[in-house]
């Protein structure tokens, strides 16, 4: 008995299938206590492996998750012409990729619902090579040079002496920064919007940002601009529904991408491009090689290209999402460079940064990184070497391999055929100097939602800064993208309202706004349905059944988990108990009908919350009959019974249904899906409904 609870009896060890008796047999009636030993090599290898387990988060957009797909260009796209790169071609070709999104500023543990800019890096495994599009979901960056990158994110990173906060913009450090470099202030518009709480990854455009260069057979180039959108739309989150969901459910975005791909639920984008013959690079009124500039879709349209699904999860998250390693040089023939300043800044700091992430230079070589392409070089050894080279030959030129493998000037890869010249000084021309003619023309194309909730965004990140004189010179710089705006944010921080700003120039470019990037579909929308003891059972089937039918999910959450009984004796399974979860967690909620149920729910402070915070953040609600108690009880003003005895009512997003028994009325799902379908009902004044 006591050799058994020392755990020295066969079968007390498990092996990884619960259950079963690992084969090790232990020597029976021993001394229960004995020494550790240095010579225990599994003991001090299992340490020592332990011990070692951690790499160096990355620099920047530590937080990420990734899947695998494949990408297919459509028939006759056009591009054939214009670049030897087949996988953008061949419809015929199915490329594989790896995609990883991410968060840029917080640590790889911060939350995902954060107020920053999305990676969104794709990784082509073409039959010519890795092709790395290491991309965000907003169409600039912040600085024009990338000598500026690592003063950007020092300032935006959590402060050196403190640590604090966290995955937030909202600091000093950072709005000090934002001030000075007035070059950062379009992309600070679009943080400032809800462009920086996506919905979901799978709701949430893409762009290459850079001007890069197609190149044809013949080696003649044409700019081009890359865009990814959603099948699924572009959608985000409001500012107060992010922070909630920070803490309820701070894997947000990551568990959305992982359970719609296991519930074969497979995001999908289209692949577009914005192409610039190269005699009209001087066309624009900003500069096409200028990283903090637009070229508005108005002026040139962005052309379909091919379709990328994500059908598969990593299997292993750290060897798969952590290990990857992007690379904005690594480019196939046919896709070449631009001399953008911070582009080629980039080409140099993604190897090297990966030298240090990854621990030497064969990280190409891991499963993740490693191209479907033979890869032949001479290059050799170093830490963590996976391939066996065979032969006596690993130089260049030479005659005892028949030369082989030939390198770069040989057909590898060969420049894009340009005179460079310039003067050895550290300066950016003059065509890179309007800092704020596109901040307008963001601002311009905003709805009136999206305004109002960027002026909030101001005022919060600014109501963060400590340091008067950084509020006030912020307010300076914004009263140079629009008078107005500025006046807003400064009557919200305590700051003199500012004058004497550029007027703004009223040009607009209808694809910035959200409203225009929607799409006509519900599918995997989550909608809570909420029910207790009473409920009416028949009305939960159909708007199951219904909601499916449309592609989106309903969960059945009760106060608590476990079945409830129906009004007429049936049981009616709880997906989640109430407690578990919150209306952040959804995109809409639905209250069947049922006097029991009904009044159940009303008195309990959970679940009126649940209504009344979902219809604060804009999202459409639903009651059926008695239901509409609970919607009175959580003061939804829009909350009418139907007249008659049936009927359904919308307003605002708020859907109500009277019926005389059996069946929903007709409609009552068509119109809850039809608001669903247009993701909030942003016209909804919930300012003093309480937060
Ligand atoms: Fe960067 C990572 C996107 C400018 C230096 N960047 C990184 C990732 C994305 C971007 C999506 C994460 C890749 C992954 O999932 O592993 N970065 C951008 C975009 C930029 C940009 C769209 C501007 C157009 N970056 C930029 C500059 C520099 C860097 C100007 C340096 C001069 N970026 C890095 C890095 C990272 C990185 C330090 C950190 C981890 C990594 O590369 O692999 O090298």
Known sequence: MAARRAGLVAGEYRSGRPGTPCAVSRHRGEPARGPTLLEDFQAREKITHFDHERIPERVVHARGAGAYGHFQPYEDNGLADLTT???????????????????????????DTVRDVRGFATKFYTDEGNYDLVGNNMPV???????????????????????????????????????L?????????????????????????????????????????????????????SHSLVWDECQKIAGKDPDYNRRDLWE???????????????????SREFDFDFDL???????????????????????????????????????????????DFTNDPLLQARNFSYLDTQLIRLGGPNFAQLPVNRPVAEVA?????????????????????????????????????????????????????????????????????????EREHIVAAFRFELGKVDHQHVRETVVQQIEQIDHELAVAVAEGVGVAAPSGGTPNHGRSSPALSLVNQGADTIATRRVAVLVADGVDATEVSQIRRELSERGAMAEVLGLRDGDVRSAD???????????????????????????????????????????????????????????????????????????????????????????????????????????????????????????
Request: glycine share 10%; hydrophobic share 40%; charged share 20%.
């Open 85 to 111: 790169a087949q996988f953008l071609t061949d419809p015929g070709r199915r490329t594989p990729v790896f995609v990883r999104f991410s968060t840029v500023a917080g640590s790889r543990g911060s939350a």
């Open 377 to 449: 070089n001479n290059q050799r050894d170093g830490y963590g070497q996976q391939r066996v080279h065979r032969g006596r030959t690993s130089y260049f030129k030479n005659s005892l391999s028949g030369g082989c493998p030939a390198l770069a000037d040989e057909g590898a890869f060969t420049h894009y055929q340009e005179k460079v010249e310039g003067h050895k000084i550290r300066k950016r021309s003059e065509s890179f100097k309007d800092f704020y003619g596109q901040a307008t023309l963001f601002w311009n194309s905003m709805a009136p939602w």
């Open 569 to 691: 004796g049936d049981e009616v399974p709880v997906d989640r108990a109430m407690n578990t979860m919150g209306s952040v967690l959804y995109d809409g909620v639905i209250v069947p009908g049922g006097a029991e149920s009904v009044r159940a729910l009303s008195g309990d402070g959970f679940a009126v919350h649940f209504v009344a915070e979902a219809y604060k953040h804009n999202k459409p609600v639903a009651a059926s009959d008695e239901g509409m108690e609970l919607l009175q009880r959580a003061g939804v003003a829009e909350a009418r019974k139907p007249t008659g005895t049936d009927g359904v009512v919308t307003e605002l997003g708020v859907v109500t249904a009277a019926h005389t028994g059996g069946a929903l009325p007709e409609g009552f799902i068509a119109e809850f899906a039809a608001a669903l379908g247009k993701h909030r009902a942003w016209e909804r004044d919930t300012s003093s409904v309480p937060a």
């Open 289 to 335: 090689l200028d990283a903090t500039k637009i070229i508005p879709e108005e002026v040139v349209p962005v052309r379909p290209v091919g379709r990328m699904v994500l059908d598969r999860n990593p299997d292993n998250f750290f060897a798969e999402t952590e290990q990857v390693a992007f690379h904005t040089a690594n480019v196939v023939p046919g896709i």
């Open 181 to 233: 470099q007035p070059e950062t202030l379009h992309m600070v518009m679009w943080l400032m919007s809800d462009r920086a709480l996506p919905r979901s990854y799978r709701m949430m455009q893409g762009f290459g940002v850079h001007t890069f260069r197609l190149v044809d057979a013949q080696g003649r180039g044409t700019f081009v601009k890359f865009h990814w959108k959603p099948l699924l739309g």
């Open 141 to 179: 960056f912040f600085i024009q040079d990338g000598i500026k990158f690592p003063d950007f994110v020092h300032a935006v990173k959590p402060e050196p002496d403190n640590e604090m906060p966290q995955a937030a913009s909202a600091h000093d450090t950072f709005w000090d920064f934002v001030g």
């Open 260 to 278: 719609s791909i296991e519930a074969g639920q497979f995001p999908e984008y289209e692949l577009g491009v914005q192409l610039v013959e190269e």
